[in-house]
């Protein structure tokens, strides 16, 4: 009996190559979360389970000429200003991959990768924020790098304008997030009713339109923009979220029409989850996600 040829990490897509499509990074922190930990077993949860998944996309296209270079995890750090600055200095590297993806952590980590995203800006950029919530709080249970900051801290990025932020799925709030929204009309809120109501298609139109021009632009997906029948295994569940269906069909139409350079998928928790569906949602989204990018016609 042989063994398939994919049983080994990201289904043998691993390469060291300097130049390889794709390169990955971990941030398996989650001292940000201000409900249920857990988040920062995913990185090593979902590696883990990459050898039992072949390298296909849904539509049969092989994902084998496919190079990912796989950078590990940050390294643990008790002081958080100090872990954030070296998750910055190590984003900027694997920033430099034509794909860059960043494997969470609670949605906090994404404060210092969007840093790093803008650092590496010569133009401004855009956010597509895929989430129940749309993290703008100032601060949050007294800290300002709580994962319910992350996209207020983006407001403060050198080449990002608030109309180049725009939020889907989103379902939940706080007051601070109604009045900073008050005064930036111009940030786009597809909230999860409109998104069902309209379709996929009207709601990624939506955000091409709103995008159109910019040269660059970071999606972060936290995986309760799922609904929780779809993604249980996650710190802050909210129900009435996005199918999984929903949401791949949402990144194919983002991928084909938009310059996606890096994304990343947060708040997976494998210690809260259910038989890896959660994982195993966020495995599907990324290997999709490499199809439409580097398989797909632009
Ligand atoms: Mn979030």
Known sequence: MTRPTHRAPWSGMISDAADAH???FGIPFDSAVSFRKGAALAPQRIRSITPYIAPFTEDGLSLVGVQLRDYGDAIDDLNWERYFDSVRQQALTVLQHPLAFFLGGDHSVTIPLIQAFDASRTSNFGIV???SHT???DSYDGHRWSHACTQRRSLEAKHLLPQHLSFIGIRSWLQDEIDILKQHPEIKVQ???????????ATAENVIQQLQGVESIYLTLDIDCLDPAHAPGTGTPEAGGMTTREVLE???LLFAAL????MDIVEVSPSL????ITSM???????????FRFLLPR
Do not use: W
């Open 250 to 252: 949402l990144l194919r």
């Open 191 to 201: 909230n999860a009713r409109t998104v069902a109501r309209q379709g996929i298609a």
């Open 259 to 262: 310059p996606i350079q890096a």
């Open 129 to 131: 924020h895929i989430d």
């Open 281 to 291: 949602a966020a495995i599907k989204i990324i290997y999709e996600v490499l199809g």
């Open 135 to 137: 993290d703008l709080m």
């Open 22 to 24: 794709v390169g990955l």
């Open 273 to 276: 989850d259910v038989s890896d």
